[in-house]
DNA sequence: ATATTTTTTTAGTCTTGTCTAAATTTTATT
DNA sequence: AATAAAATTTAGACAAGACTAAAAAAATAT
């Protein structure tokens, strides 16, 4: 049996580890768990004899095969919840995390299953993060500026690249955040700009704008 | 801050005290909780100190008026998750009550609230059971046996007066079960004979059966 | 009314997951 | 290469919630 709290250090250690890329350190841990190094120590321990992480002593810790589908599964079940939020409880994408972060720890294989598939098996979540599918796979989606977006496709806004002030109040006041949808209806040659269709309105929007927002596009299922 | 033990134990407590009318016995809590009575003794102190039973040495236990409030929040939440379960996710009757469990120590007046909505505000779950409003109020339906039952109406199944293995083999036969739905076509005077809709077929009970089934009515909303 | 049985509480221990303070190892600096 | 700084681990302690064994109170039987 694995309990809530290793849960949660398997669920932080994957995303540290996908974002390093090598072994993830103590204090990172700690660091994103918001608890101290020696705790954390001890938790190693705990996953490294359950075979869930890899661990050397002072030289950070990876996930095991074991430990990294149970790691994925339980960003499944966040990312599935969130959905659920959102399209059916009327939770903005802002609001959901602290719930999803209960919610991800429900054990019941059926549950989640019949909750993938009452939500129509969906392939992201609010925030445009892949879900992964019932055998742990996932379906990566690199991301890209939007400027280099296809005409008729939809995307999800993931990031921005240009964070200043004067810029986060532009989207603010178009309503664009993480997570919005963004279908591109139309790019003009001339000057690269593009007409958009966000919140369900057009909207027009110069190069220099587009290139400073990262996005993600919908995979088709 | 309430923890989910605590929850379990206010639960229980509450399930025993409109049973039994009168102060709970450690032991019976210790039962029902499947735990020694000794770490009872020791919930209930910290139950008390946080005012949400009054406890007596060596005399039992009452919810407060806040422990009451408490403990009524977790069956609202417990009974719309059945709901959800069986009415949305294909869950049976009898596979809700474990996953129930987990879900109703989810921590969100938000979802909830709108979890009930979602749900179009039921009156009862699939056992049949009452849901509390998001007052803490109860609509209490008193049960009745079926031959008492009045002809057009819906009654769910919530238990039987003669359990003998033969009648309950009866049941088993025809899907009888907690939570089954009941819908009364006609009732002829002379034998007291009910014609029952129940599992999408109908059926003829005999007196001697209908006495033994105890019912609740559909309470409409 | 007293003795016996049952129920409940107390005392002391254990596990999980956390902490602080001190010790050790690794990394960075001169 | 030696030393300072940073990161990590160890040692010892604590709170929550459970347990066992023993003591105390209440209920029951004689």
Avoid at 97 to 113: G, P, R, T, W
């Amino acid at each position: 049996m694995i309990t809530l709290s290793e849960e949660n250090y398997l669920k932080t250690i994957y995303h540290l580890e996908s974002r390093e890329g090598n072994a993830v350190s103590t204090n990172a841990i700690a660091e994103k768990i918001e608890t101290k190094a020696s705790s954390v120590t001890d938790m190693l321990k705990k996953l490294a004899e359950k075979n869930l992480i890899t661990y050397i002593k002072y030289k950070g810790v990876n996930l095991t095969k074991e430990g990294k589908l149970t790691a994925v599964d339980i960003i499944r079940k966040h990312r599935l919840w969130e959905v659920f939020l959102v399209d059916k409880l009327n939770f903005s994408w802002d609001e959901v995390h602290d719930v999803a972060e209960q919610l991800e720890h429900i054990k019941s294989q059926k549950l989640i299953n019949e909750l993938d598939a009452f939500l129509k098996f969906p392939s992201h979540d609010p925030h445009g993060d892949p879900i992964p599918d019932k055998n742990g796979q996932i379906q990566r989606t690199a991301k890209i500026v939007l400027s280099m977006a296809q005409i008729d496709k939809t995307y999800t806004c993931v990031g921005v690249l240009d964070s200043s002030s004067e810029f986060l109040k532009y989207l603010d006041k178009h309503k664009i955040g993480i997570g919005t949808e963004i279908e591109v209806k139309d790019k003009e040659e001339f000057d690269q700009s593009m007409t958009l269709k966000i919140n369900k309105k057009e909207m027009v929007m110069s190069k220099s704008i587009t290139n400073n927002i990262y996005v993600k596009a919908h995979n088709e299922h």
